[in-house]
């Protein structure tokens, strides 16, 4: 069964750069097809997709966060991690990684989320 | 913020049935495939359906769904006290070349 475990400081202050890791077990995080994704969550808010990678080192970021953002992956380590850079309080989420379906079809994108991470809570403060 | 427009909570007695609609454009919903996830309290999301219609493996045949158009819907009938959560679609965006997710729908049980 894949199982996805995020980890990293739950705390950050302004200006800095935070940083977490998703270690993937159960599976290859070299599958085809499969791209591995982070999304998070401020506190009483919704999903926001921050970016995925593929195996190969392709990525997609969130054009609100990408100046900001880098998504690197380590299949030696099956392991994909995220950098945000100089953070503010609006930055302050529960941080999810996921394993990120993603393919053109005739009809349309297929993109879907199956599983996630528990989480981990980020909180950006001094 | 979201490109995804979802009702902000909807509500029914035990066993009866609620739909949540999530109204998007062109260059999502429109053109991709849909995907729908249930988040209960303190925990995270779990992907209920996908492309469109199709449920993951455990996922009781009480939730459906379907696209028209730029709109997807959510079905879920015979609804428990133990489906009470916070329900959110998610497309991708051609244009904006990136995962959306909707607004988020809370599903009370009354």
């Known amino acids: 069964q894949l199982q996805l475990q995020e980890s990293g400081p739950g705390l950050v202050k302004p200006s800095e750069t935070l940083s977490l890791t998703c270690t993937v077990s159960g599976g290859s995080i070299s599958s085809s097809s499969y791209y591995w994704g982070w999304i998070r969550q401020p506190p009483g808010k919704g999903l926001e997709w921050i970016g995925s990678?593929?195996?190969?080192?392709?990525?997609y970021y969130n054009p609100s966060l990408k100046s900001r953002v880098t998504i690197s992956v380590d299949t030696s380590k099956n392991q994909f991690s995220l950098k945000l850079s100089s953070v503010t309080a609006a930055d302050t989420a529960v941080y999810y990684c996921a394993r990120h379906r993603l393919g053109v079809m005739v009809r349309g994108v297929i993109a879907w989320f199956d599983p996630w991470g528990q989480g981990t809570l980020v909180t950006v403060s001094s | 913020q979201s490109v995804l427009t979802q009702p902000p909570s909807v509500s029914a007695a035990p066993g009866q049935k609620v739909t949540i609609s999530c109204s998007g454009s062109s260059s999502n919903i429109g053109n991709n495939y849909v995907s729908w996830y249930q988040q209960l309290p303190g925990t995270a999301p779990k992907l209920l359906i996908y492309?469109?219609?199709k449920r993951p493996s455990g996922i009781p045949d009480r939730f459906s769904g379907s696209k028209s158009g730029t709109s997807a819907t959510l079905g879920i009938t015979g609804l428990q006290t133990g489906d009470e959560a916070d329900y959110y679609c998610?497309?991708?965006?051609?244009?904006?070349?990136?995962?959306?997710f909707g607004t988020g729908t809370k599903v009370t049980v009354l």
């Open positions: 990678i593929y195996y190969s080192g392709s990525t």
């Open positions: 998610g497309t991708w965006d051609s244009s904006l070349s990136g995962g959306v």
């Open positions: 492309e469109n219609n």
